[in-house]
């Protein structure tokens, strides 16, 4: 079974400038093919693998050298220290959903199939896609959806919501696609649902906090040298981590000191960000999106 292609495989290897007998941080395991190239690299060393979807945990690669961690990864600090794995040669992050949990109708992340508003990608957090949905208030939603779905007509898709909630509690993806092409402009009904769906994924799996934790905490696990390697598949994500990179903080403002140089825990390597060429593309739809952005520690 190919649980998931990874995307810009070869790139993103390339990036690490794998050491041989290396600490190495994959804090995206997913389907394995990241980790699997990372080991093919390395002589020796260690592979510490995040993942917090259990499925993920259990296509483990059989190798000595791998060791899973079945949390977030915004909890890096905490689980490298555990291992007595810091400081780390490399740390790599593919921030985007697996195809293996896209193409489950029952997590609930596509617009292709109907299932159940989930959305979790860790089954034991409590929060659903269907609670946020159902139980929101409309400011609330109106916020979400035109913050994490970059949504023009906010106001008006969470009103008609709401509205829709108070017949019926709006349970499937399916009944949530019907609400939102009511609002959507004639002909872009698909991009629309992507967005509406992408807002609420956030939401559930609070990425966009973890996203921040996790990249404050890989600066301080990395080595002098060491380098970090981000995928990110929408804007607020690439911004984020555009911005880090460049200053060392989320808002991207550039602090110097006196002789000009700037005050920042990386260097960028990556000037602009590196995507997938057209034969990807062209065999992995799913990686249209993606961005790469290197950083090398101080």
């Given amino acids: 079974m190919i649980y998931h292609k990874s995307v810009l495989l070869d790139e993103s290897i390339a990036a690490l400038d794998i050491r041989p007998d290396g600490i190495y941080v994959d804090a995206t395991y997913g389907g394995g093919g990241h980790a699997r190239a990372i080991l093919a690299g390395m002589q020796g060393g260690r592979l510490i693998a995040f993942d917090q979807d259990e499925e993920a945990i259990m296509n483990r690669i059989d190798d000595p050298r791998l060791v899973m961690v079945n949390n977030n990864f915004r909890f890096l600090r905490n689980f490298l220290k555990l291992h007595h794995a810091s400081p780390v040669d490399g740390i790599l992050a593919d921030l985007g959903v697996s195809s293996h949990q896209i193409d489950q109708p029952e997590r609930g992340f596509s617009t292709r199939f109907d299932g159940i508003l989930d959305m979790r990608m860790d089954q034991k957090k409590k929060q659903t896609a269907k609670d946020i949905v159902n139980?929101?208030?409309?400011?609330?939603?109106?916020?979400?959806?035109?913050?994490?779905?970059?949504?023009?007509?906010?106001?008006?898709?969470?009103?008609?919501?709401?509205?829709?909630?108070?017949?019926?509690?709006?349970?499937?993806?399916?009944?949530?696609?019907?609400?939102?092409?009511?609002?959507?402009?004639?002909?872009?009904?698909?991009?629309?649902?992507?967005?509406?769906?992408?807002?609420?994924?956030?939401?559930?799996?609070?990425?966009?906090?973890?996203?921040?934790?996790?990249?404050?905490?890989?600066?301080?696990?990395?080595?002098?040298?060491?380098?970090?390697?981000?995928?990110?598949?929408?804007?607020?994500?690439?911004?984020?981590v555009k911005n880090y990179f460049r200053s060392g903080n989320f808002e991207g403002t550039v602090e110097k000191d006196f002789y000009g140089n700037v005050l920042a825990p990386l260097k960028v390597i990556t000037r602009k960000a590196i995507v997938p060429a057209d034969k990807e593309i062209e065999e992995n739809n799913r990686s249209r999106s993606a961005k790469l952005r290197v950083a090398e520690k101080i």
């Fill in 135 to 240: 139980h929101y208030s409309e400011e609330n939603l109106s916020n979400l959806l035109f913050t994490y779905g970059e949504i023009r007509n906010a106001r008006k898709l969470a009103s008609r919501i709401v509205e829709a909630r108070k017949i019926k509690p709006v349970e499937t993806t399916g009944a949530l696609k019907e609400i939102a092409n009511t609002c959507a402009e004639r002909g872009k009904e698909f991009k629309y649902q992507a967005q509406i769906f992408q807002a609420l994924r956030i939401e559930v799996n609070q990425e966009m906090e973890s996203l921040r934790d996790f990249l404050k905490q890989a600066t301080q696990a990395l080595k002098p040298g060491g380098r970090l390697v981000v995928i990110a598949y929408h804007s607020l994500e690439d911004k984020l």
